[in-house]
């Protein structure tokens, strides 16, 4: 058994910290709602009172939503002497964040690894996560006996956290543009009146198999929108870290302004705000015919 904290209890990490508690580990647990954690703290997890106790562990993990909330959770004070620990930031951050983060894990005395993942929370609940840590070679070997316990593969991405999470980045804006093409090329047959469960289907069993066809087109034929997996204003800000990511090397993303009208459009909506990501091909099926 070892001592863990985890923190940021939205859907993923939930399930993500459901798994260790599962395993046996004592799991110190911390979200900025304390309510997420009553779950929990009734399979047998420990509350924290504060960010700073849960890092207080030798081994801590973190899901957290964004940039600004990764960035408050793991500050200096909050960590405090780090000396010998080791965080395992699981959430999709930018890489300049990243690379803040690390310096500063440093400083602290500490490792930092990052490890965003391949998978929604049903996929994390069954520890079938695929896992994409990036750090020093030996630290992520030492953490193969919790990732085993995630994820169903690991894929080390080398020894700058960073990395890892342009990884991630890039392939969210993979998934980003195989639902819109899901949207566009459902409307079109939706028109001439094919059954979008058909054509889903024939999609996902010829030319596109996969989970990204197969689980997206499936939600976005049958309009299954909620409860999210994964919203639209998560999205949005993986779209965002795309572009970020792309202008940091100077590379232009010709298709990304068209895919942020979408995600806007969706936020902006009342009726799919907050719903499944995947539902801004409702964007596309709205527009008016000519």
Not at 132 to 154: K, M, N, W
Not at 176 to 190: K, L, P
Request: hydrophobic share 50%.
């Amino acid at each position: 058994m070892a001592e863990i904290g985890f923190l940021g209890l939205g859907n993923m990490g939930t399930a993500i910290a459901g798994r260790l508690v599962d395993a046996g580990h004592r799991v110190t647990v911390w979200n900025r709602s304390p309510e997420a954690a009553e779950p929990l703290v009734a399979a047998g997890a420990v509350l924290a009172g504060s960010a700073a106790e849960a890092l207080a562990q030798p081994l801590s993990f973190s899901m957290l939503a964004n940039d600004e909330a990764a960035d408050q959770t793991l500050s200096e004070a909050n960590l405090g002497d780090a000396t010998g620990r080791i965080h395992v930031n699981m959430a999709s951050i930018s890489s300049a964040l990243a690379d803040v983060l690390t310096d500063r894990v440093a400083a602290a005395g500490g490792t930092y690894i990052a490890a965003p993942v391949l998978g929604r929370p049903n996929v994390a609940a069954a520890g079938k996560l695929n896992i994409l840590p990036a750090g020093p070679a030996d630290v992520i070997e030492s953490l193969e006996p919790y990732f085993a316990v995630l994820g169903a593969r690991t894929w080390p991405l080398g020894d700058r956290p960073s990395a890892a999470n342009v990884v991630k980045i890039a392939v969210n804006y993979n998934i980003i543009h195989a639902m819109q093409a899901i949207a566009e090329s459902v409307a079109m047959v939706e028109r001439r009146g094919v059954a979008p469960t058909e054509f889903v289907e024939l999609l996902s069993s010829t030319l596109f198999g996969g989970v990204v066809y197969q689980g997206y087109g499936q939600i976005i034929a049958d309009r299954a929108y909620r409860p999210a997996g994964f919203t639209v204003e998560l999205g949005l800000k993986d779209l965002s870290l795309a572009e970020q990511s792309a202008a940091e090397v100077a590379l232009e993303l010709p298709s990304a302004p068209v895919l942020r009208e979408m995600f806007e459009t969706a936020v902006a909506d009342p009726e799919l705000a907050g719903a499944d990501w995947c539902a801004i091909a409702e964007v596309t099926r709205r527009t008016p015919t000519v």
